[in-house]
C-alpha cells in the first residue's frame, strides 16, 4: 500500500520527472522576467555619466558635465528601494493569492515602467530627474515580484535531482541580461556616433554634446522591456504549481488537473489528496513560535548572507566606470565626446560580463546538484575575499599603465567567484527550504534584505570612496565578503538532492541540518 501511495502522489512525480519540456519552458518563461530585471537594474550605471553631459553641464567648465552626488546615487539607487518593496509585497502575495495570479502583473509593471523610464518628461534636469526616478521606483518594485515568484515557481515545478540547475538557469538570466545591457548601448552609442560625430570635449566643449545625445538613453532604457513583453503570453498561461494547489489552496481536483497537463499523463484528484494527506497539517504562521524554532537560523542565514552579498555585488557592478576611471584603464572623460564616452564605459562592462560575470553563472549551472549550495557558497565568499584583497593591498601597482590588464582579469576573477558562489546560491536555497505556504514570503524577505545590501553599495560606495579612497574602499568589500563567508560556514543548510517537503520538515521527522560540516 505504501509503493502503491508512493506512485499516485504528484509531488512524487514531480520530485523524479525525468527534464522535460515543461521545466525548459519554465526557465525561459521566468529567466525573461529576469533578463528584464537585471538589464534595468544595471544598465543606468552605464548613462548616468552621459545624463550629466546633457543636464548638469557648466558653462566654461574645464571638466564635463556630472550628475551631482546625491542624484547620481538617487538614481542609481531607487530601483533598489522600489525592488526593496516589491519583493515583499508580491511575496506575501504569492502565498495568499497563488503564484500564477500575480505573475503576470509583474511583468506588465516592469514592461511599462521600463518602456516610462524612457519616456521622462521635459528637458528641465529637475523634472527629468524627478520622473526617471519615479518611473524606476515602480520599475523596481515590478521586479521585487519577480524574485520570489520565479524561483519558487521554478523550484516548485523542477525534479529534485536537477533543482539546483533549474533554478540557476532561471538566475543565469541576470548575467545574460547584464551582458545584453552592455551591448545594446555598445550598438546605440555606436550607431549615433557614426550618423552624429562630435569632437572631444577639450577641443569643443560645447558641440561635445550632440542634442541627439538626449535620445540614445532613452532608447537605451525602454530596449529591455522588449524580451519579457515577448512571454506575457506565456506567463500568465502557465498553470498554478501543483505544491501550492494541492498544499496551500487545498484544490486537489485542480493540482491533478493542471498537472495532468503538465507531465502529459492522466492524474487523479486522490494523487493529490494523497499529498495533502502526508503532508503535515501543523501550519504554523510566519510569526508563531514554532516558525523560529524550526525556520528561524534558516532565515537568518539567506537574510545575513544576502544582504552582505549584495552590498559587494551592487557596489562593483553600479561604479564599475568609477572603477576603471580611477586607475585609468578608461580614457579622461574630457579627450571623449559624451557619446564616445557611453560607448568606452559599455565596452568595459561588456567584457567584464562576458569574461567573468557570465562564465559564473554558467559554472553554478554546471556543477551546484554535484557540489551542492553550500561548497559553492563558501568557496565564491572565499575567492571574492582573496580577489578584493589582492586588487587592494597592491593598489598603486594595478594604476600603473602595464598592469592595468592585471587589474582588469583580477576583478573579472571577483565577479566570477561572485556568480559561481552566492550570487546564485543565495537566491536558490531561499526558494527551498520553507514550507509551501511561506515559502515565497521568506524568499522575499530574504531577497529584500539582499536589497538593502544593495542600497547600501548604492548610495554609500561614492562616500566611502571619497572618504577613504578606492583602495580602502576595496579592503571594506573584502571585509564584508569574509564575514559573508563566515556566516555561510556557521548557518547555511545543503539542500541538494532532497524534496521541498523534506527540507521544509512538512512531511514527517526528517528535517535539514543547520550546517553542514565539510
Request: net charge positive.
Amino acid at each position: 500500500m505504501a509503493n502503491e501511495g508512493q506512485k499516485s502522489s504528484i509531488l512524487t512525480a514531480l520530485d523524479n520527472a525525468k527534464t522535460q519540456w515543461y521545466h525548459v519552458t519554465t526557465v525561459i518563461i521566468s529567466g525573461m522576467g529576469f533578463f528584464t530585471d537585471s538589464y534595468d537594474l544595471f544598465v543606468i550605471s552605464l548613462i548616468t555619466k552621459l545624463l550629466g553631459r546633457i543636464y548638469y553641464q557648466k558653462p566654461g567648465s574645464s571638466t564635463p558635465g556630472s550628475l551631482p552626488d546625491g542624484i547620481s546615487a538617487t538614481v542609481s539607487g531607487v530601483a533598489f528601494a522600489g525592488t526593496f518593496l516589491g519583493q515583499i509585497f508580491f511575496g506575501c502575495l504569492g502565498d495568499k493569492l497563488g503564484r500564477k495570479r500575480v505573475y503576470g502583473l509583474t511583468l506588465v509593471i516592469m514592461t511599462l515602467c521600463s518602456i516610462c523610464s524612457g519616456l521622462s518628461l521635459g528637458t528641465d534636469p529637475k523634472f527629468v530627474m524627478t520622473t526617471l526616478c519615479f518611473f524606476r521606483f515602480w520599475l523596481g518594485f515590478g521586479i521585487g515580484g519577480d524574485y520570489p515568484l520565479s524561483a519558487t515557481i521554478m523550484s516548485e515545478y523542477a525534479n529534485k535531482r536537477t533543482r539546483g540547475a533549474f533554478i540557476a538557469s532561471v538566475f543565469a538570466m541576470q548575467g545574460v541580461g547584464i551582458l545584453a545591457a552592455g551591448g545594446v548601448s555598445l550598438l546605440v552609442s555606436y550607431i549615433f556616433e557614426l550618423h552624429f560625430p562630435s569632437p572631444a570635449y577639450m577641443v569643443d566643449p560645447v558641440t561635445s554634446t550632440v542634442p541627439q545625445a538626449d535620445y540614445v538613453w532613452r532608447i537605451i532604457l525602454m530596449l529591455g522591456a522588449i524580451p519579457a513583453l515577448l512571454t506575457y503570453y506565456w506567463r500568465v498561461k502557465m498553470p498554478e504549481t501543483a505544491r501550492y494547489t494541492a498544499l496551500v489552496a487545498k484544490s486537489a481536483e485542480k493540482a491533478a488537473s493542471d498537472m495532468s497537463k503538465v507531465l502529459n499523463v492522466d492524474i487523479e484528484a486522490s494523487s493529490a489528496q494523497h499529498d495533502q494527506a502526508r503532508v503535515s497539517s501543523d501550519e504554523f504562521g510566519l510569526f508563531s513560535l514554532k516558525f523560529l524554532q524550526r525556520h528561524g537560523l534558516h532565515l537568518l542565514a539567506t537574510t545575513t548572507t544576502w544582504f552582505l552579498l549584495d552590498i559587494a555585488f551592487y557596489s562593483q557592478n553600479l561604479f564599475q566606470k568609477d572603477i576603471f576611471t580611477t586607475i585609468g584603464w578608461l580614457p579622461p572623460p574630457k579627450t571623449m565626446n559624451a557619446i564616445q564616452e557611453l560607448f568606452m564605459i559599455s565596452k568595459s562592462q561588456f567584457y567584464i560580463a562576458l569574461c567573468g560575470t557570465v562564465p559564473g553563472y554558467i559554472a553554478t549551472i554546471l556543477t551546484i546538484d554535484r557540489m551542492g549550495r553550500y561548497k559553492i557558497q563558501v568557496l565564491g565568499f572565499f575567492m571574492m575575499t582573496c580577489s578584493l584583497i589582492g586588487l587592494a593591498i597592491p593598489y598603486h601597482h594595478w594604476t600603473l599603465p602595464d598592469n592595468r590588464i592585471g587589474f582588469v582579469a583580477l576583478y573579472s576573477l571577483t565577479f566570477f567567484f561572485c556568480n559561481f558562489g552566492p550570487n546564485a546560491t543565495t537566491f536558490i536555497v531561499p526558494a527551498e527550504i520553507f514550507p509551501a505556504r511561506l515559502r515565497s514570503t521568506c524568499h522575499g524577505i530574504s531577497a529584500a534584505s539582499g536589497k538593502a545590501g544593495a542600497m547600501v553599495g548604492s548610495f554609500g560606495f561614492a562616500a566611502l570612496t571619497k572618504a577613504l579612497g578606492m583602495r580602502y574602499t576595496l579592503l571594506t568589500l573584502a571585509g564584508i565578503s569574509f564575514v559573508g563567508m563566515l556566516l555561510s560556514l556557521v548557518l547555511v543548510p545543503e539542500p541538494k538532492g532532497k524534496s521541498l517537503e523534506n527540507l521544509s520538515g512538512e512531511t514527517g521527522p526528517e528535517k535539514i541540518k543547520e550546517t553542514i560540516v565539510v
